[in-house]
């Protein structure tokens, strides 16, 4: 028997079990997080009548359903059942997405058009720093732990993670510049600026976007991937 042979796929059982707990523990605190998140930030955009504010919050639920997906999918003990139940849960995190897009541009268009003028909001500020400082680690940890597990909808709930501190930054400069500027346009900019993501996320999911796996038991089955284990066309790892 060879070397390449008696080689383990993936990590060991000890090491699978203690990188499932690291996500499961991960999933629980974005998932406390973001349910704070989402109701200052609704709060916040509400009174302040600030479109990406409220696209913001809105975003933070549709954060709590993937991580709860994830957290549900890692509940099954066998592989088909959490196959199966990733494949649904992709598909509904697609439409939210996609109906928060549908959303977030319909009220920045009409921002725009001089319907409303979002007022500065310091709770929406200091939010959107705190979210920006935060998130990166929450998704990175949780990405790391993925991809060595060969988790594929671990690898996507990090990356949905990681929208988060790209949304966060986008709402902070159109929160800074309305308040130290008085431009009330960067608000609905910002909104479309989530808006945009957001179909980008929606269309990622709905095509199953996320195709992490172990380098070792790919190589097992003939199957061609880079260093970090994905297959040519996925962008799993970026």
Known sequence: MTAEASAPLGPSPVRRDAL??????????????????????????????????????????????????????????????????????????????????AYVTFDAVRAL?????????????????????????????????????GSASAVADSKQTLLCTYLSAALLVGLVLNATLGWSWADPVAALVIAAVAVKEGRDAWQGRGCCTPAASAAAVGVETDACGCRPGCDCCN
């Open 20 to 101: 499932t707990k690291r996500i499961r523990l991960l999933v629980a605190a974005a998932i406390a997080y973001n349910v704070i998140e989402a109701i200052v930030a609704i709060t916040a955009g509400t009174i302040a009548s600030s479109t990406a504010l409220i696209g913001f919050g809105l975003d933070s639920v549709i954060e709590v359903s993937s991580a709860a997906a994830v957290a549900w999918q890692f509940s099954a003990a066998d592989h088909p059942v959490r196959e199966a139940r990733e494949k649904t849960t992709l598909r509904i995190i697609a439409l939210s997405f996609l109906a928060l897009a």
């Open 113 to 149: 058009a001089g319907a409303g003028e979002a007022e500065p909001s310091v709770p929406g500020i200091i939010l959107a720093a705190l979210s920006l400082a935060i998130m990166p680690f929450l998704s990175f940890a949780q990405r790391r732990a993925g991809r060595e597990l």
